[in-house]
């Protein structure tokens, strides 16, 4: 069981680029979570997904931010014309179900705007 | 103010020492969950908790739902010991998780 896999772990990208992260969660896991760690400050949540529909986007930024998690292939948490304030640590989180038993994190993407 | 308060802050600890970190929240919850980050690293999840007391090697952690207070303890600490802990809480309405804002914890050999 190779556990949470987020790839890649580091992302360099140059401002208006575009980056796309990609969370593959542990077998038999159908519930998704993306989170935003900034610079000096806690987890922020995301998004939550289910395989092929948002459940809740509450937490991304209106603009530039969407996310996806279809019927085959990984998560997907995609950032277009990227700034330098959306540097920071992105951490995928996946669990069997809603009750967050087996609750298991990613080991996060690093994004780094230049 | 923030959902779920840590604290201390910042812990350094000589080697051997128990330690205490703190957590309260402000929310009805599900579960609360303990999460251990190293520099640069991962998180690793330690607890998921709803009531009472887990017990994992050296680590303890307890909750008191009344008071809304959950406590991770680490006996006999060592320098490995040493990361963010990060407390988070699971709402027993919406989706999403609440964090704490971690408790850097060094230990001194």
């Known amino acids: 069981n190779a556990g949470v896999m987020q790839n890649p772990r580091h992302l360099v990208r140059r401002r208006g680029q575009e980056a796309r992260l990609r969370c593959s969660p542990m077998k038999g896991h159908s519930h998704v979570y993306w989170y935003r760690q900034l610079p000096e400050e806690g987890l922020k949540f995301m998004v939550y997904?289910?395989?092929?529909?948002?459940?809740?986007e509450s937490g991304m930024p209106k603009e530039r931010f969407s996310a996806e998690f279809p019927k085959e292939g990984p998560s997907i948490l995609r950032i277009q014309q990227v700034v330098r304030g959306d540097s920071a640590a992105y951490f995928c989180?996946?669990?069997?179900?809603?009750?967050?038993?087996?609750?298991?994190f990613g080991s996060g993407t690093r994004l780094t705007v230049v | 103010k923030n959902e779920v308060e840590q604290s201390p802050q910042n812990l350094t600890a000589q080697e051997g020492e128990f330690i205490t970190i703190n957590c309260s929240y402000s929310v009805g919850i599900s579960a609360l969950h303990w999460l251990q980050q190293h520099p640069g690293g991962g998180i690793v999840s330690l607890f998921m908790l709803s009531s009472g007391k887990k017990k994992h090697g050296r680590l303890i952690a307890t909750i008191n739902i009344q008071e809304k207070h959950s406590s991770l303890h680490i006996t006999a600490s060592h320098p490995r010991d040493s990361a963010v802990y990060i407390c988070a809480v699971s709402r027993n309405t919406g989706n999403q998780f609440y964090f704490g804002t971690g408790t850097s914890l060094t230990v001194i050999p």
């Open positions: 989180a996946s669990s069997p179900d809603r009750e967050y038993y087996g609750y298991t």
């Open positions: 997904l289910q395989k092929e529909n948002i459940i809740d």
